[in-house]
């Protein structure tokens, strides 16, 4: 039986998963907003095998999220570089929601390893619900609606 | 060489992504967020393998994001039900960034399906950082920082 694409979905979930939702994926962007741009970089931080990490990257760059360009070291062969495009940076907020989630209720004993930050101003900063004036919403207080487009 | 188990990791995404990053578990937890809490019901609305879904609500439940309820209705066995904790209903945030960023550059051709509102007020609201003023941050006006707990 074939599997639907998930990126053929209806669901905007179901789309995102599509594309992010393989092992390692986060795990690459989580690298990729700290700074991380060289295939080297990024094997050596995840220790994930190359030809995972290849493809993983070239689904990233295939929908939009990263784009690949190549740099050259003197005395060294061509080599693809990895930069994030704005889709990729506004996955900020997605990352960022999951790592507080882990941090809360499945937390480490020696704490955080990464804190969020304005920058600039160095002040904390966490993920949640915004209402169209800016101000926070809790979540027990937020409900999700399904639309006309919703699949019948 | 045996996989390290990601609910292990010093990194809170990665041991997030242990636990909710299976194939599937994120659109169980979309159904379970908008009402569903039956075995059948999440297998007719995600038409997967009996099998795939017990295993995937087992790990909700070992990891504290649901809690299994018996129910019997008149002339039936009893049956289990599947109800979101305190940390379940925390996922809407993560779920919603999911969302937002699907609807926006995965877009489907008939527009999103579901919409946040604020419950009783009705009024939109999106997922984003937030300083302790509560007001609202850009994604490029944030930086991840590491702590001293982050592995060296």
């Known amino acids: 039986m074939a599997t639907p694409k998930l990126t053929d979905s209806s669901c905007s979930v179901a789309r995102s998963l599509g594309v992010l939702g393989e092992r390692w994926t986060f795990l690459i962007l989580r690298d990729a907003l700290a700074g991380t741009t060289r295939f080297a970089q ?8 190359p030809d995972v990490l290849a493809a993983r990257l070239t689904t990233l760059v295939e929908y939009g999220v990263m784009t690949r360009e190549p740099y050259q070291e003197p005395g060294s062969r061509p080599r693809d570089a990895y930069h ?14 999951l790592q507080q989630w882990g941090d809360k209720y499945l937390p480490w004993p020696a704490g955080p390893t990464i804190e969020r930050r304005v920058r600039d101003t160095d002040r904390p900063v966490h993920v949640g619900f915004i209402d169209e004036d800016g101000r926070e919403v809790s979540p027990d207080d937020v409900e999700a609606l399904r639309t006309a487009s919703y699949p019948v």
């Open 42 to 49: 990024f094997q050596k931080s995840l220790g994930v095998a």
């Open 84 to 97: 994030l495009t704005e889709a990729g940076r506004e996955l900020h907020v997605a990352l960022g929601s």
